[in-house]
């Protein structure tokens, strides 16, 4: 069974960075689609990023576009989110998912495909 363990979060000032690390287990990552997630208090969990297994495409949502970016080592079982320039907007608990339904290599697909949840990492971005 594959499990998600999420880490890298903190606290920083507006226009800070910090890099988040999604670290797999149970299964090899190369067959699924990783999600980067983020909710905040009283909001729904929007999907933030995305790659594909190979590694070969990402998404992003407009907010954080140009400022975040996803990656993977796919012989490391890892996946890593660098986030730059960060704004307050950006506090929320960041989870990491597995795309488990549809086709698994890719990002296509709502939150409802995607499961192994981790157990978050708090980003607060605050002066």
């Known amino acids: 069974q594959l499990q998600l363990v999420e880490s890298g979060g903190g606290l920083v000032q507006p226009g800070g960075s910090l890099k988040l690390s999604c670290a797999a287990s149970g299964l090899t990552l190369d067959d699924y689609a990783i999600g980067w997630f983020r909710q905040s208090p009283g909001k729904e969990r929007e999907r933030v990023s995305c790659?594909?297994?190979?590694?070969?495409?990402?998404t992003y949502t407009d907010s954080v576009k140009a400022r975040f970016s996803v990656s993977r080592d796919n012989a490391k079982n890892m996946v890593y989110l660098q986030m730059n320039n960060l704004k307050p907007e950006d506090t929320a608990v960041y989870y990491c998912?597995?795309?488990?339904?549809?086709?698994?290599?890719?990002?296509?697909?709502?939150?409802?495909?995607?499961?192994?949840w981790g157990q978050g990492t708090q980003v607060t971005v605050s002066s």
């Open positions: 790659i594909n297994s190979s590694g070969g495409t990402t």
């Open positions: 998912a597995a795309k488990l339904r549809l086709v698994t290599t890719t990002c296509a697909g709502g939150i409802e495909n995607f499961g192994s």
